[in-house]
């Protein structure tokens, strides 16, 4: 069975762990944000910034999806 399902289980896992690090470094920014009282602006600049990488991978995962569901591979 681990055979058959080793791409999904792999996607999966790859998946959660890539959520998992974002959580990580925006919890990191926000720690370094709060200490060093950085302005509205910044913080919103910061997030933005991490917030698009973080949507870069969804719109990489839902092209990935759309071109299988294709045929295009």
Known sequence: MLAEHFEL???????????????????????????NDVPLIGRAVAYGVLG????????KGLIQIFWVSSGVN
């Open 52 to 59: 698009l990488g973080a949507l870069g991978f969804v719109a």
């Open 9 to 35: 289980i792999e996607s999966v896992m790859m998946n959660l762990g890539l959520l998992i690090l974002f959580l990580l470094m925006g919890f990191a920014v926000h720690d370094v944000l709060k200490k």
